[in-house]
T-cell receptor
Framework: GDSVTQMEGPVTLSEEAFLTINCTYT??????LFWYVQYPGEGLQLLLK?????DKGSNKGFEATYRKETTSFHLEKGSVQVSDSAVYFC????????????FGSGTRLSIRP | EAGVVQSPRYKIIEKKQPVAFWCNPI?????LYWYLQNLGQGPELLIR????????DSQLPKDRFSAERLKGVDSTLKIQPAELGDSAVYLC??????????????FGPGTRLTVL
């Protein structure tokens, strides 16, 4: 079945460092891909998404490109801030079941001032 | 615009006791979802409603879990009796629909359940 694998955390970086969180997926057809973020004490929020191959999703300085050839959707940010500390979830919505989101296990990110 | 509202935010009960969680989706959202999130894991879908109809409850453990969405708006998720392994965060989400741009899901803050 469809699945998402993302790099395990926790990831700890200094402020202004470059961030990459790896995500790969397994799915039939052409899924939509998402990154969700969960700040402490808050609900999951959609950070960005991409719905077809080579699409780039971006928001709040974060980017991820839908790479069908490598079945990847890695999250990147050029200069992280303390306020980016959160748990990040990679997810997919399958072509055959657009309403069902399958999540990765999450990566906890901590940014040191 | 108000987001998805859940209550209570925290609940501590003893095993074998019943517990209920309540969710109020975003106004106008026809689709409502309940997810289970274990510690260190991503959310997993328990049940999805289209208006008042449960259209996907394949992951809901029906021996002890039940859910309802009587008027197609608010929803309640119940566990009876609770077991130690039910300790987790229960998330509610809603979306306008399930196709195209309408399927973006908006999540509530969750209810953290601790079973002692």
């Amino acid at each position: 079945g469809d699945s998402v694998t993302q790099m395990e955390g926790p990831v700890t970086l200094s402020e202004e460092a470059f961030l990459t969180i790896n995500c790969t997926y397994t799915a039939t057809g052409y899924p939509s891909l998402f990154w969700y973020v969960q700040y402490p004490g808050e609900g999951l929020q959609l950070l960005l998404k991409a719905t077809k191959a080579d699409d780039k999703g971006s928001n709040k300085g974060f980017e991820a490109t839908y790479r069908k050839e490598t079945t990847s959707f890695h999250l990147e940010k050029g200069s992280v801030q303390v306020s980016d500390s959160a748990v990040y979830f990679c997810a997919l919505s399958g072509y055959s079941s657009a309403s069902k989101i399958i999540f990765g296990s999450g990566t906890r990110l901590s940014i040191r001032p | 615009e108000a987001g998805v509202v859940q209550s209570p935010r925290y609940k501590i009960i003893e095993k074998k006791q019943p517990v209920a969680f309540w969710c109020n989706p975003i106004s106008g959202h026809n689709t409502l979802y309940w997810y289970l999130q274990n510690l260190g894991q991503g959310p997993e879908l328990l049940i999805r409603y289209e208006n008042e109809e449960a259209v996907d409850d394949s992951q809901l453990p029906k021996d002890r879990f039940s859910a309802e969405r009587l008027k197609g708006v608010d929803s309640t998720l119940k566990i009876q009796p609770a077991e130690l392994g039910d300790s987790a965060v229960y998330l509610c989400a809603s979306s306008l629909g399930t196709s195209g741009g309408a399927n973006e899901q908006f999540f509530g803050p969750g209810t953290r359940l601790t079973v002692l």
